[in-house]
């Protein structure tokens, strides 16, 4: 059974990391205003890259079970839910989001002449933290639970999360 529910683990965290770098990938570039398909794909690729990285070496599953515990309710509380995923958005999205605004950074300083006036990193990251901050809990309040039960399913264990 241990086996299996570290398949299950792998199986959320990459599932979790696919679609919440997606969604920050896409909200950063849209809200920075200069949206194209290379730059939204590179911003994804990596970002699911190190996202991925992050779920296998980060133990979500101990550190939710650990905030379960401490507030003393189940696992299907709202307030044990709300703080796991607040504490997952913490883990994750201020490291991506810095990630995405170098790279925006980067791809914004190869296109333009070396006068050009481009707003520094932490000019942009403040206000783009709060959004990312924002969307990512959300996300991750939304689709944690979905993708635990579609892992479980995968790996032939049926009971409700």
């Known amino acids: 059974m241990n086996k299996t529910m570290k398949k299950v683990g792998f199986l959320v ?7 919440v770098s997606f969604i920050l990938a896409l909200v950063g570039i849209v809200s920075s205003g200069h949206f194209t398909v290379g730059s939204f794909l590179s911003s994804y690729i990596i970002s699911a890259v190190i996202a991925v990285i992050i779920g296998l070496i980060i133990p979500m599953k101990r550190i ?3 905030i379960a515990s401490k507030i003393g309710k189940g696992q ?4 044990v839910k709300a703080v796991q995923t607040l504490v997952s958005d913490i883990i994750y999205t201020p490291f991506l989001t ?6 925006a950074l980067a791809g914004a300083r190869a ?7 481009i707003p520094s990193f932490w000019q942009i990251f403040p206000h783009s933290l709060i959004l990312e901050m924002i969307v990512g809990f959300v996300v991750i309040y939304l ?4 993708f635990t039960r579609i892992a479980m399913k995968q790996c032939g264990i049926n009971k409700d999360v």
């Open 111 to 117: 296109q333009v002449s070396a006068d050009a006036q």
């Open 13 to 19: 965290s990459l599932y979790m990391g696919l679609a």
């Open 76 to 79: 299907d509380s709202f307030i």
């Open 98 to 103: 810095a990630v995405m605004i170098n790279i």
């Open 143 to 146: 689709l944690s639970p979905l």
């Open 64 to 66: 939710n079970d650990a």
